[in-house]
């Protein structure tokens, strides 16, 4: 009957870990050595450009070498964070907030990006009082945001190893300790495996999902309806953080503020983060 008990608890604890193989990431060699160090050497080459840009105070330059290198190699938080700080020392406070909000995607538990993000949010103009939660919620999103996806699934992993080294121990100990041992250890790490697992499919919805937006327009009226002859409802300026609630028109996006009002604005008005 324990046999058929440790069989039955590593089955469901491995489909739950097997959930997390597309947010671990997984070094592998897909190419030649040679070409991955050309690759290497170029986009340091690149980004050195753009750093020596910034260095130089000539923030213009180091804007488009960084927008250059998100384009040709991809997505970094490091690049985000660069930009951000160009377009914050350009006097472009949007289009810093936009920078370090994606950069804190890939990176939520980096404390300069969150300190530079607080910075130039201080800046904007709106102040909107989100609505309340509980206190257990904002407990729970500040653990979460501590770690990535690829954090979260790697401990998911590690956790889970322990759980059925656990088991092990409690099926097969001789001595009543260390079966207790074990049967505790196993509950502990069985909980870890769930809540990590959890943490890491949120943050990879959200890198995803990309459903919140900045306000790059200096200012907009937000309508009742998807059309300039709506009904005034409230003005948005540059900078502000929205989320998108209806994403269905080319031209006209409903998005949602941290206090429940909701409205339509233009698809241009505002970039996704």
Known sequence: MKKVLFI??????????????????????????????AAAMNNDLTKGEADSAYIRNDYASAIQHYEDLLKEKGESADVYYNLGNSYYKSDNIAK????????LLLKPGDNDIRFNLEMARSKT??????????????????????????????WAITSFILFIF??????????????KIGFATAIL?????????????????????????????PSITVKSTPNKGGTDLFILHEGHKVS????SMKEWKEIRLEDGNVGWVPADAIEVI
């Open 8 to 37: 039955v608890f590593s089955i469901i604890s491995w489909t739950t870990v097997s959930a997390q193989n597309d947010s671990v990431a997984v070094d592998t060699v897909t190419g030649s050595e040679v070409k991955a160090l």
């Open 125 to 154: 103009v709106d102040k909107v009082n989100p609505v309340s939660e509980m206190f257990f919620v904002t407990w729970t999103k500040s653990l979460m945001n501590t770690m990535g996806a690829d954090s979260w699934g790697r």
């Open 189 to 217: 790490f069985f909980l870890v495996v769930v809540v990590t697992n959890i943490f890491a499919y949120q943050q990879k919805d959200e890198l995803t999902d990309r459903a919140n937006a900045i306000v790059i327009s």
């Open 96 to 103: 810093a907030i936009l920078n370090y909000e994606r950069a």
């Open 244 to 247: 998108i609630k209806d994403n």
């Open 166 to 179: 656990s088991l092990i121990i409690f099926i097969f100990g001789k001595q009543i300790v260390f079966k």
